[in-house]
């Protein structure tokens, strides 16, 4: 019931509320022949297909390129993925996205569409056969997600669009505006306003005002459900309410489902109105499906598959100041001031030993506040790690160490500099996970 | 007592209409200001005629509607050389000079009733004289606020100004190059759909989204002409994204189409009795015209996703024309009147040809030629192979698409039209006979894309033919 109220019920009635100020509601039929109609409406991912497009209110991965910009501030590894849809009526559509964290400037993501419409029916005004022709339309777009205060981010992106019809070719650039809200692990809040751009052929670009939350109820041990609900305004167009579950086993596996009803009758029978997907994790390869109905129209299927970098060289080196001694350490431009513990875990206490020490992580994703006292020296573990830049436990135990002396944020960051230099550390990528799952605001 | 007497002269102006000699004035150059004091100039237009009544409304669009003020300035060019005698009927406060001489000064915005004011300057024919209208509202009764200047001499009746003996000195509107189109000889069914053959195709279509007054809000009208013996046919695809009826007789303050004609394409500055100006408005049934000319006239609309269409009829013996023939020209010009802000005031107006809102000016209308019969549709190919539906043309610029399918017995079809992303843009809904049949689908308000089409044949009894989702490409 906490949950509820602290992820759901209060600001759900706070998006219905501002819902109920639109005439959307009133809308009886669709309209929108005269919209221009840039590709990046069409989305790019599996994941936000499957949650029932209402993606705006969690924008937590590099598709909030197309979803809310202001996502990309949540970015935390290099990533390059794949995106293929199976779209209507033997069309079909193909996205490579690219997600780039740059550090306290949030991330960068870039994108390159291709929709081909496939070999349609060619035809003279007195329905003589011509035979068949091809159109493509390509479309690449670049966004970026910046925090701007605590838990609060901004995004923008630019989408540039050429549709080919035949032997002429239509240009168009839109622009999206995005902010999140992320006041804690259970709770995210997203606006998104898209399609301010220049006319096609005099044709405007339909403008849509996204809004939407998602929450977390975590069941432990890597699992937990997220639930999404937006809405998207769209004032020339087809307004529509959407909303979505998705259920992570493990920290691994996903199993979504999604629904979205447009506020006019679009008249395409069968089924339609809700959507599904699957995905699951195998090292640093993720794989994402989504079922698409289109009623009449025909079905959607999305499959993504994403890769993440492991960095293998040192990001930038900063400063940290521990306990007056300077040491070089793989993390955020902080300054870290600990009281040393009265006691080394290692009685020879040979910096070079401390490599061979396995802590333990703290459970389920946890910070380790609360655990463990302080008992540990900092020093002999930060110059371990300085010693032996390369080497995967170093920083393992450090970031550990890090927990368990309250530096969480310093702490994360020491672990994910583990898990890039030896990615085959699926107990520690499983940690990372969660505690991004648990934390999403950018340590 | 007085102004009652101007009043009523005012009302016997139309009646008077003497010959003149023919001048090719514009009118004069006027001013608006958004305060009653004659500074900072928001709007500058020329008016043909200084004869407003603004009932409320905005004299410019985007200007305040209760409080501003207006100069008119120019020339003016008498026919005779005598005294005139100027009359300027008004509710607000208002100053005439006419070649240096003040004629009437009422620097008061008096409550109603109208008032009437007057002066007597001597002119000299086809000497051009300095003439200046200052009118001031306070807003104190905007649906009252009105001006018009007239003027009388010995050898002239009393009339309002027109435009040919006014000269603004400015170069705003420059007069259009005449455009030309035709109408070829078929006759339609005046129903609100433009399913006729005639109208099929591209050719003969013009489409207008000029914005000569306001703001149209990114409104078009594409429009086509037919004609036979008995009527000269109009067909209008409007693109207008809030419609407006306001039910009133102002129809041209709504979302209404304008056709004007000049039958006997004599020109001229001043609109005369061949000339004619209809009214149609969106949601109505009757047409309008300027001088009530509607006799036998008809008229249907039919709302679309992001319009409406126009399908109306005028009978040539309306016209005054008895029998037209192949080869005839009539000035011709057509205007879409624009209405999003609620209310019954216009906020913006497009012209297909004219330069302005000249309606009363034939010389800037374009010429439409009477053609001989509209070409003959060929025979329709027949279905592919698996009795596929087809788009004909496709890919298509506009105008109208044919969809054509093949009844297995009398029935519906039913024809839906979804843009890229699955949102229903069109949908038809028509009664047919057994055999190979189509119907047209206007695409005239479609951006340019791809659009996903499905034809279901409906033959009742829960009988039906469903067919596979097609994409119909459209260029522009």
């Not at chain 1, 500099?417 to 107990?427: E, F, I, S, V, Y």
């Not at chain 2, 300027?290 to 409406?308: C, E, F, N």
């Amino acid at each position: 019931m906490n949950f509820a109220r602290r992820a759901g019920l209060v600001p759900g009635a706070l998006i219905l509320g501002l819902w109920g100020a639109f005439p959307a509601w009133a809308q009886t039929e669709a309209s929108g022949a005269g919209l221009a109609t840039p590709l990046s409406a069409l989305g790019a991912s599996a994941r936000a297909d499957g949650l029932g497009g209402a993606f705006v209110g969690l924008a937590d991965d590099p598709s909030a390129l197309f979803y809310n910009s202001a996502g990309l501030s949540q970015l935390r590894a290099v990533s390059l993925s794949i995106n293929h849809n199976s779209y209507l009526a033997g069309s079909f559509e193909e996205t490579l996205l690219f997600g780039l964290p740059v550090g306290p400037l949030g991330g960068f993501a870039a994108a390159l569409q291709y929709v081909s419409w496939g070999g349609l029916d060619d035809r003279d005004a007195n329905g003589v056969s011509l035979g068949t022709f091809t159109d493509g339309d390509a479309a690449f777009s670049v966004g970026w997600g910046m925090p701007v205060l605590k838990g609060l981010s901004l995004g923008l992106a630019l989408h540039g669009t050429q549709q080919k019809i035949v032997d002429s070719l239509y240009s168009s650039l839109s622009g999206d505006a995005g902010l999140l809200w992320a006041p804690d692990s259970k709770l995210r809040v997203g606006l998104s306003y898209s399609g301010l751009g220049t006319a096609l052929s005099g044709f405007a670009p339909a403008q849509d005002l996204h809004m939407g939350l998602s929450g977390l109820w975590d069941l432990g041990k890597g699992s937990g459900l997220r639930p999404l609900l937006a809405g998207d305004w769209e004032p020339r167009g087809v307004s529509r309410v959407q909303g979505g579950l998705e259920g992570v086993l493990e920290g691994n596996y996903f199993l979504r489902l999604g629904f979205q009803v447009p506020l006019a009758d679009n008249q395409v029978g069968g089924l339609t109105g809700f959507t599904a997907g699957a995905g699951f994790n195998l090292g640093s390869v993720r794989l994402d499906y989504a079922f698409v109905p289109y009623g009449d129209l025909g079905t959607s299927h999305r499959l993504s598959l994403a890769y993440e970098f492991p960095t293998s060289a040192p990001a930038a080196l900063r400063p940290v100041t521990v306990n007056a001694n300077p040491v070089t350490v793989q993390a955020a431009p902080v300054t870290v001031v600990v009281t040393p513990g009265p006691t080394p875990l290692s009685a020879n206490g040979s910096p070079k030993s401390k490599i061979e020490v396995r802590f333990e992580l703290p459970g389920d994703g946890s910070s380790a506040q609360g655990q463990a006292p302080v008992s540990y020296q900092l020093a002999p573990y930060e110059k371990a790690a300085q010693d032996n830049p390369g080497d995967s436990r170093a920083w393992r135990n450090l970031g550990i160490v890090y927990l368990r002396a309250g530096q969480n944020a310093l702490g994360v960051q020491c672990l994910e500099q583990a898990l890039r230099l030896n990615p085959n550390d699926p107990a520690l990528k499983k940690w990372l996970d969660e505690y991004h799952l648990k934390n999403p605001s950018k340590p | 007592m007085k102004s009652f007497l101007f009043l009523l002269l005012g009302f016997l102006l139309v009646l008077a209409r003497p010959c003149h000699a023919q001048l090719n004035g514009d009118g004069l150059k006027g001013i608006y200001y958004d305060n009653a004091n004659l500074t900072n100039a928001a709007v500058t237009a020329v008016d043909p005629m200084v004869s407003f009544r603004w009932g409320g409304c905005p004299p410019q669009p985007n200007m305040p509607s209760t409080v501003f003020s207006v100069q008119w300035s120019g020339q003016i060019e008498a026919a005779y050389s005598e005294p005139y005698t100027f009359i300027v009927d008004v509710n607000g406060g208002v100053s005439l000079v006419v070649n240096g001489q003040v004629l009437v000064n009422q620097w008061t915005d008096l409550p109603p009733p109208v008032r009437g004011f007057a002066g007597v300057v001597t002119l000299t024919a086809g000497v051009k004289a300095p003439i200046e209208v200052d009118y001031f509202t306070s807003g104190a009764n905007p649906s009252s606020d009105l001006i018009q200047l007239a003027w009388q001499s010995p050898s002239q009746g009393l009339e309002y100004i027109p435009r040919q003996y006014l000269f603004s000195g400015a170069a705003l509107n420059p007069t259009p190059t005449p455009q030309a189109l035709s109408a070829c000889q078929a006759a339609a069914v005046v129903d609100g759909v433009l399913d006729e053959w005639a109208w099929a195709g591209p050719s003969g279509w013009n489409s207008a989204n000029r914005t000569v007054v306001g703001n149209a809000y990114g409104s078009t009208a594409s429009f086509k002409t037919l004609w036979d013996s008995a009527n000269l046919y109009l067909g209008v695809t409007v693109t207008d994204s809030q419609l407006t009826n306001t039910g009133v007789a102002s129809t041209w303050k709504n979302s209404t189409v304008e056709l004007y004609l000049d039958t006997t394409d004599s020109g001229g500055v001043t609109f005369s009795g061949n000339d004619y100006e209809y009214f149609f408005r969106w949601n109505d049934t009757v047409a309008a015209e300027a001088q009530g000319r509607t006799a036998g006239v008809s008229l249907r609309t039919t709302t679309l996703p992001s319009g409406y269409l126009v399908e109306a009829s005028i009978p040539w013996s309306t016209l005054g024309m008895a029998s037209p023939s192949a080869g005839m020209v009539l000035g011709f010009d057509l205007g879409l009147d624009v209405n999003h802000n609620g209310g019954n005031c216009r906020d913006g107006q497009i012209i297909w040809n004219g330069g302005s809102d000249d309606y009363e000016n034939p010389s800037a209308y374009a010429k439409l030629s009477l053609a001989g019969a509209c070409p003959t549709p060929v025979s329709t190919p027949p279905l592919p192979t698996g009795g596929d539906p087809y788009a004909a043309p496709n890919p298509t610029n506009g105008g109208n698409v044919r969809i054509v399918y093949d009844m297995g017995g009398a029935g519906t079809a039913k024809i839906k039209v979804w843009n890229a992303w699955g949102n229903l843009v069109a949908t038809l809904s028509e009664p047919k006979a057994a055999g190979l049949q189509s119907s047209l689908l206007n695409v005239s308000s479609f951006a340019p894309g791809h659009y996903f089409y499905r034809v279901e044949l409906d033959y009742g009894s829960g009988r039906a033919d469903r067919f596979k989702t097609q994409v119909l490409a459209v260029q522009k």
